[in-house]
């Protein structure tokens, strides 16, 4: 979808933490592709994490990293994933519901169309 929009939308990732760190919730997907990352305790941790989770999944559009005090998951219910559409006028436009189960790329790719004016 980012490369679909690249033309009119921006696209951010905003990297809230490690959803699955060895010293919290492991999960056997992560044991068996050798995903395993402990849980953030410097800033520069977190940044080292959202850079390597933007090269495994391919992501090409602006990684940013919330600071330590989790400013953005909070003010925006953002873990584990979540994504939103905001306007040009800085209003929410579409807010996802909670993912993994809840990212809906098709209403996504409507609202960004009639958003458009498609």
């Known amino acids: 979808m980012a490369k679909k929009y690249q033309k009119d939308v921006e696209f951010l990732l905003v990297y809230v933490r490690e959803a699955h760190p060895v010293d919290g919730w492991q999960v056997a997907q992560n044991e068996k592709e050798g995903v395993l990352i402990e849980s953030a305790k410097t800033y520069e941790q977190k940044d080292e994490h959202a850079t ?28 584990p994933d979540r994504y939103y559409l905001v306007g040009t006028d800085g209003r929410i436009v579409v807010k996802g519901a909670p993912g993994p189960a809840g990212f809906r790329a098709a209403v996504l790719d409507t609202a960004i169309t009639k958003l458009l004016g498609r």
Do not use: H, P, Q
């Open 52 to 79: 390597s989770c933007a090269r495994n999944l391919g992501i090409t559009f602006t990684t940013l990293v919330d600071g330590m005090d989790n400013t953005a998951e909070k003010a925006y219910t953002a873990w």
